[in-house]
């Protein structure tokens, strides 16, 4: 077994205050270390954001993150029920390094600006015919809206579940699987077994829920049934690429072995984050990128 550091960081509105007034903020839990990213005593709680740091004994760093996550996914969710504010650590940078190897696996996330959608003559036209209709259920709408505004995987797909009731309100079954057919009907709507049942009977996500992108298979299949149902011609884009893409959390995302350029640099999360950030990947000032791919299989 080997022993690897994996730290990763997560993002929330929770000030870490534990002990700050003796040292720097931090405390253990599940042999996790969560401490303030970034605090000093003149300026307070700089950052959105904590550390969470832990020593994992396994064969691999695999491995090694798969613990560390397992972790992780027992303390966040908890986290944020007693913090009682945003908290969130999927989709946040981590590194892992191993004890006497002077490199690390890093995975890296930053920031990007949103891409949008035309909105032409058809998409206006569309509009034009959907608010002519009379007989839609404008629930749906307003389920459809909070769907594509919300960003969690489960709170979409529950929205959107209600969304289709909502519009099949007078003809439940019948327009439920002219819209998604019979086969993905039962997958969501099977009584006591369907994902949207089990969601919302407080059973969640399982591994096999995962396969599959349903937030993009149902998304399709609304906007197919819309053009052909109600609107009668192609008005709506079906195929578009990235659908109910968002103004948050847009990243670009990237994986790489990497090490300190000297000895006098330190391998941190923070450090190798805050280098980044400030000079870009290509630029860094203190790591070289490491294109070995049989680190793979050795690290």
């Known amino acids: ?33 969560l401490s303030q990213w970034d605090f000093n005593h003149r300026d307070g709680w700089t950052s959105y954001y904590w550390l969470a740091r832990s020593n994992i004994y396994a064969l691999n760093y695999k491995d090694a993150y798969n613990e560390f996550g397992r972790k992780l996914a027992k303390i966040v969710p908890r986290l944020a029920l007693v913090a009682q504010c945003y908290t969130r650590s999927v989709v946040q940078p981590f590194l892992i390094t191993r004890e006497e190897h002077d490199y690390g696996y890093l995975y890296h996330v930053i920031d990007r600006e949103p891409v949008g959608l035309m909105f032409e003559e058809h998409e206006r036209r569309a509009l034009e015919l959907i608010l002519r209709q009379k007989d839609l259920n404008n629930d749906f709408f307003l389920y459809w809206e909070d769907a594509i505004n919300t960003l969690g995987y489960a709170a979409k797909l529950l929205l959107m579940f209600s969304a289709l009731e909502a519009l099949s309100k007078k003809n439940k079954w019948k327009i439920i699987v002219d819209i998604l057919g019979e ?117």
């Open 1 to 33: 077994m080997n022993k690897y550091i994996v730290e990763q960081r997560i993002e929330t509105l929770a000030e870490n205050a534990i002990r700050v007034d003796k040292n720097y903020p931090k405390f253990t839990l599940d042999e996790v270390e």
């Open 183 to 299: 086969d993905l009907k039962e997958i969501i709507f099977k009584r006591n077994s369907g994902l949207r049942q089990r969601l919302v009977h407080g059973e969640y996500l399982k591994d096999e829920d995962l396969k599959e992108n349903y937030v993009e298979i149902i998304h399709k299949k609304v906007i197919q049934y819309f053009n052909t149902e109600i609107l009668k011609e192609n008005l709506i884009t079906e195929d578009i690429k990235g659908p109910q893409r968002h103004i948050f959390d847009n990243k670009l995302q990237g994986k790489i072995f990497i090490e300190p350029k000297d000895k006098t640099i330190t391998l941190d999360l923070k450090t190798v984050v805050d280098d980044f950030n400030k000079h870009s990947w290509s630029k860094s000032k203190k790591f070289n990128l490491l294109h070995d791919a049989s680190l793979e299989d050795t690290f």
